[in-house]
């Protein structure tokens, strides 16, 4: 009797294990997908965020400011591909929103249409025409910050 019981403890060691790698790989597919848009991050400095993007093909940078520092970029014709159109904005020199409208195929386009994490919420916005309007804000911006409780608010109803 002793002998056919000694599997038990194993068979449940076994199935225990099995289920938290289950819900491990359910929690991290839930994780915030948005990295990068064409090497550029929240918390980049606006030489970095030029130089980055720059890299990836001409375009041209228009710089406006008010309580913050806006650039905006347009591709031109010699741009190959990526994004249709992007906004950075800068408060005190550092990257807190990004707006950008990317194809569909880009990978910024792919993911959740709304992602929340500790330090950014990020909004896609798709059409079945067009292209994708990819907004993300940092969350700890003072001058972003109602913008980014809105758009959490607006999602959460």
Do not use: Y
């Amino acid at each position: 009797m002793k002998g056919r019981r000694s599997w038990i403890a194993p068979a449940i060691a076994a199935a225990v294990l099995l289920v938290l790698l289950l819900a491990g790989a359910l929690l991290r597919g839930r994780s915030s997908t948005f990295t990068e848009l064409r090497g550029v991050r929240l918390g980049m400095t606006v030489r970095d965020v030029r130089a980055r993007f720059d890299a990836t093909g001409l375009g041209q940078w228009d710089t406006r400011v008010g309580d913050d520092l806006i650039l905006s970029w347009r591709p031109t014709d010699a741009t190959r591909d990526g994004p249709i159109a992007a906004t950075f904005e800068f408060h005190l020199g550092v990257l807190m929103a990004i707006r950008a409208d990317v194809p569909k195929g880009d990978p910024a386009a792919r993911g959740s249409d709304f992602e929340l994490s500790d330090s950014a919420v990020i909004v896609r916005d798709r059409t079945a025409e067009g292209p994708v309007r990819l907004t993300v804000i940092a969350r700890s911006c003072p001058i972003h910050r109602k913008e980014a409780a809105d758009l959490v608010q607006q999602r959460m109803r």
